[in-house]
């Protein structure tokens, strides 16, 4: 079953129960939207983006930005009062060559009461500038399919399915013997990505979806290893992220870069691809990984 029924299925049997409230809003909240996603060639397209802010919390707004595509901002508006927070609202126009095109909306720095901090991100947006569908390989420019209606037969018999795994669970459980074995520890960041990365070599995709899939391994790695969320971050974020707080050195830093902008290079300015391109990108992750992966006693020597 997919996770958009799971949800549906969820927020149904809640709505169900008597007395229970709905969930708060968030204090701060980063939504962007276009206008449409396919635009006719020499039409501008439409991004709004907008900011909503409970009392006590500030936000200080970075601007969108869209590799190939110029962007001018045409309005600000607010704030207004929605509820208990307020919404500002900016409008932009973004032209260029027809193409297709991933915009990413902006972020913000939120702060709030009693020194609390959050770090808002938009997720990105897919648009077609006068052409019919992606002019990539890449996977997340399909369109998603259309919503299919909610099956309520289906949910009759997952309820009655539940109540049956329920019993069935119970009666299990009081024949229970020993426990089993815990599972194993989860690998370390750095192994998990070296695996990553060997898997997505692997797979044999074309150059520019083997070069996206390349650099979201080094953005899962540097997350796991800090927790500062680098897989909703831009490529020049993250490196100045890494410059600032000295997660590495300037030369691993320099060749995390390379990782991070294979994928422009590729789709924007072709440059790169075949053998040696990525057998200097293997290079650069191993480097990256040497770098920033912890020492174990016995390298460290007496």
Same mark, same amino acid.
């Given at each position: ?16 129960q +008597?007395?229970l +409230?709905?969930? @708060?809003? !968030? ?8 206008? %449409? ?6 039409q ?17 707004? #970075?601007? @969108?930005?869209? %590799? ?14 929605? =509820? ?5 609202? *900016? ?9 297709s ?15 609390q901090?959050? @770090?808002?991100?938009? $997720? ?5 500038l006068g052409?019919?569908? $992606?002019?990539s ?5 399909q ?12 949910? #009759?018999?997952? !309820? ?6 329920a ?11 020993? +426990?089993?074995?815990? $599972?194993?520890?989860?690998?370390p960041?750095?192994?998990? %990505?070296?695996?990553q ?5 692997a ?16 953005? /899962?790695?540097?997350?796991a290893?800090? =927790? ?10 993250i ?7 000295s ?5 691993? /830093?320099?060749?995390?870069?390379r990782?991070?902008? %294979?994928?422009d290079r590729?789709? *924007? #300015? ?9 057998a200097?990108?293997?290079?650069d ?5 040497e770098?920033? /992966? ?9």
């Amino acid at each position: 079953m997919s996770p958009s029924l799971l949800y549906a299925l969820a927020a149904h049997l809640l709505a169900c129960q +008597p007395g229970l +409230p709905l969930p @708060p809003p !968030a204090e701060v909240e980063l939504v962007a939207t276009v206008a %449409a996603q396919h635009v006719d060639e020499g039409q501008p397209v439409e991004l709004t983006v907008q900011l909503l802010q409970a009392p006590g919390w500030t936000a200080e707004l #970075a601007p @969108p930005t869209a %590799a190939g595509l110029e962007l001018r901002q045409v309005a600000e508006e607010g704030p207004v009062q929605v =509820g208990e927070r307020s919404l500002r609202t *900016f409008r932009y126009e973004l032209t260029g060559p027809p193409g297709s095109y991933v915009i990413e909306p902006g972020s913000a720095d939120a702060r709030g009461p009693g020194d609390q901090q959050r @770090p808002l991100q938009a $997720p990105p947006l897919f648009v077609d500038l006068g052409v019919q569908g $992606p002019t990539s390989q890449v996977a997340d420019f399909q369109a998603a399919p259309p919503p299919e209606p909610f099956p309520w037969a289906l949910a #009759a018999g997952l !309820a009655a399915g539940t109540l049956a795994l329920a019993g069935t669970g119970a009666w299990l459980w009081s024949r229970r013997r020993a +426990p089993a074995a815990p $599972p194993p520890p989860p690998d370390p960041p750095h192994v998990a %990505a070296r695996r990553q990365w060997a898997q997505v070599r692997a797979q044999g995709l074309a150059d520019h979806p083997q070069a996206v899939a390349l650099s979201q391994v080094l953005r /899962r790695y540097l997350e796991a290893i800090t =927790g500062w969320p680098a897989t909703m971050r831009t490529g020049p974020e993250i490196l100045r992220w890494m410059e600032q707080e000295s997660v590495t050195g300037a030369s691993a /830093r320099l060749r995390a870069g390379r990782i991070l902008d %294979a994928t422009d290079r590729l789709k *924007f #300015a072709r440059e790169g691809g075949g053998a040696s391109f990525f057998a200097a990108l293997d290079q650069d992750f191993e480097a990256v990984i040497e770098a920033t /992966r912890p020492v174990s006693p016995a390298e460290e020597g007496p």
